[in-house]
């Protein structure tokens, strides 16, 4: 699966899953948990997304403002296990 693939999948799933408005526009480096969007409840169930949807492992120790806070870098989190 290439990056902008990725991309789109997680920023639709953070949009109308967690923040629930389908017409936000996230960008690729808005404090998603910093910004408030989103509590830890939240990262957590983003954190099964992507186990479930690019079937990798996500350890607790990487759920964490400092490494998961932007779209991008979620995505290159997920791209490092693809």
Known sequence: MDEQTVREKLRTY?????????????????????????DSFALAELGV???D???????????????????NLIVARVMRDI
């Open 14 to 38: 953070i949009t109308n899953e967690l923040i629930r408005e389908k017409g936000y526009r996230l960008t690729d480096e808005e404090g998603i948990i910093s910004g408030g969007l989103i």
């Open 49 to 51: 997304y992507i186990e």
């Open 53 to 71: 949807a690019f079937d990798i492992y996500i350890p607790d120790p990487d759920l964490t403002v400092e490494k998961m806070d932007t779209l």
